[in-house]
């Protein structure tokens, strides 16, 4: 096995160095991962774009096979060398609140509103051993990995989708109850989106309704695959029109709002809500948002907002069930597009809309 490895290191914005790591002796309690696919998503994008205080090796969305790994690892994370895994993003203390109810993305130590934190596709490769994150040919795996092992045998590419997957499961139906007697609004037919309207629909919602813009027809349409009742192409359909009359002028139970959009997206859902309607905000962006809709006041119809934020283990678990059962080949449409690592840059301006057209998931194949 070689003792070095290459990487994709984000120097400054849109610029990548191809540098040599060590690969790092690997004790007892942790192990080294051999990269099979990485998927590329919103935050990777504006990652990408911005200025980085120091290098890093992107990548959080994990699929590999273990190298190496310790004898306590072992027994720990219940995998041993050869194993197909996927480690979650999250690093965490597992000795906090958050940590034992396995919501590991409110841990101080991984969150990113906490300094430096630790977290595949974030920390710095000034931290030891450089490669955390999956922009590489390997990538270290700590003590506190949490971590899934794969029993059947599905393309790593296909595998990467367990991220959006989760997001989807988690907004959707965690955060915002989707469920059998629930009216589903998905705003954005983004691979979140996409994965929230899947969720939705499994979980047995009475209706599910995804909206776009005339540009996202063919995302439309695969909404429709993926179990959406209903799509609305917000630009040339009147959206409130529209909704009155798919739910007889009741309104929505449930929003999730992954339009990256803001204050009017916001403004469109609250339009459309139903009394004790949950509105959950995953994809809002950092535009000022009102609550007000004239002649609906907030206040006397018992609305619920909430902010969305990762994933739970069980989300994570959830996803992995629904791709490697064999039941849903519908998922492998969202896989869009896949790349060498030497073809980094170009992945990442296709999941921008930049590059390649139709990208929905993207994904590097180190």
Request: glycine share 12%; hydrophobic share 35%; with cysteine.
């Amino acid at each position: 096995m070689a003792e070095k490895a290459i990487s994709a290191t984000l120097v400054a914005p849109k610029q990548f160095e191809f540098r040599e790591y060590e690969l790092p002796e690997i004790s007892s309690n942790d192990g080294l991962l051999k990269m099979e696919a990485v998927g590329i998503c919103g935050a990777d994008v504006g990652t990408y774009h911005r200025e980085v205080p120091k290098p890093r090796i992107m990548g959080h969305e994990n699929v590999g096979v273990i190298a190496r790994i310790g004898k306590e690892a072992e027994e720990r994370w219940g995998v041993k060398e050869g194993d197909l895994v996927i480690p979650e993003e999250y690093i965490p203390c597992f000795h906090c609140k958050y940590c034992y109810t396995g919501r590991f993305r409110f841990c101080k130590q991984t969150d990113r509103g906490h300094g430096q934190q630790y977290r595949h596709g974030q920390t710095t490769v000034d931290v030891w051993p450089s490669i955390w994150g999956g922009f590489g040919q390997y990538m270290y795996l700590p003590p506190n990995t949490v971590m899934h092992k794969i029993d059947k045998p599905v393309p790593p590419h296909v595998l990467a989708l367990y991220l959006p997957l989760a997001d989807g499961i988690e907004w959707a139906v965690r955060y915002g109850g989707a469920r059998q007697g629930k009216t589903v609004l998905i705003q954005g037919p983004g691979q979140m989106g996409l994965s929230a309207a899947f969720a939705s629909s499994q979980v047995g919602a009475d209706c599910v309704i995804v909206t776009g813009m005339s540009h996202d027809a063919a995302r439309l349409d695969m909404a429709r695959r993926l179990g959406a009742d209903h799509t609305i192409d917000v630009e040339t359909e009147d959206f409130e029109e529209r909704i009155r009359e798919i739910t007889g002028g009741d309104g929505v139970d449930v929003v999730v709002n992954v339009t990256g959009g803001g204050g009017h997206a916001t403004a469109d859902a609250l339009a459309v809500a139903s009394n004790e309607c949950t509105i959950v905000l995953a994809g809002a962006g950092d535009e000022p948002i009102s609550l007000g809709v004239a002649g609906k006041r907030p206040s006397r119809r018992d609305l619920t907002v909430k902010t969305a934020n990762g994933h739970s283990y069980d989300s994570v678990n959830e996803a992995i069930g629904y791709l490697t059962s064999g039941k849903h080949p519908e998922l492998l449409d969202i896989a869009t597009h896949q790349f060498p690592l030497e073809e980094v840059a170009r992945a990442l301006d296709t999941a921008a809309g930049d590059g390649e057209p139709g990208a929905i998931h993207v994904t590097l194949l180190p």
